[in-house]
């Protein structure tokens, strides 16, 4: 099983960045992919970016298009932790971000999340205007 931690939440000004990150514990991540969600209040949780787990050469990366240019996700197997850089941050972009790992078996969208098994207990990021 894998314990799953986010921290670098918090309260920032629009334009501003963040960068949150997504510890594991108990088994290592370097093979898994890992996802970031996001969840608004009355919204639906929705997917912002992952990252695939180690390929032999390099990695793979997908991004919503509402964040893509503006948040960064990438990994540190050494540390068994992943990263989101978020930066350009919008008012729109409140919300309380849950990171995930992907589950082993299956091969279907990253930006599905019922293809991940584990989930953190989320970070709130709140973006004034």
């Known amino acids: 099983q894998v314990q799953l931690v986010e921290s670098g939440g918090g309260f920032v000004q629009a334009g501003g960045p963040l960068r949150l990150s997504c510890a594991a514990f108990v088994c290592t991540i370097s093979s898994s992919g890992m996802g970031w969600f996001r969840q608004a209040p009355g919204k639906d949780r929705e997917f912002v970016a992952a990252i695939s787990g180690s390929g032999v050469y390099t990695y793979y990366v997908y991004y919503a298009d509402s964040v893509k240019g503006r948040f960064t996700i990438s990994r540190d197997n050494a540390k068994n932790t992943v990263y989101l850089q978020m930066n350009s941050l919008k008012p729109e972009d409140t919300a309380v971000y849950y990171c995930?790992?992907?589950?082993?078996?299956?091969?279907?969208?990253?930006?599905?999340?019922?293809?991940?098994?584990?989930w953190g207990q989320g970070t709130q990021v709140t973006v004034s205007s």
């Open positions: 995930a790992s992907r589950r082993p078996t299956y091969s279907g969208s990253y930006s599905y999340h019922p293809g991940y098994d584990y």
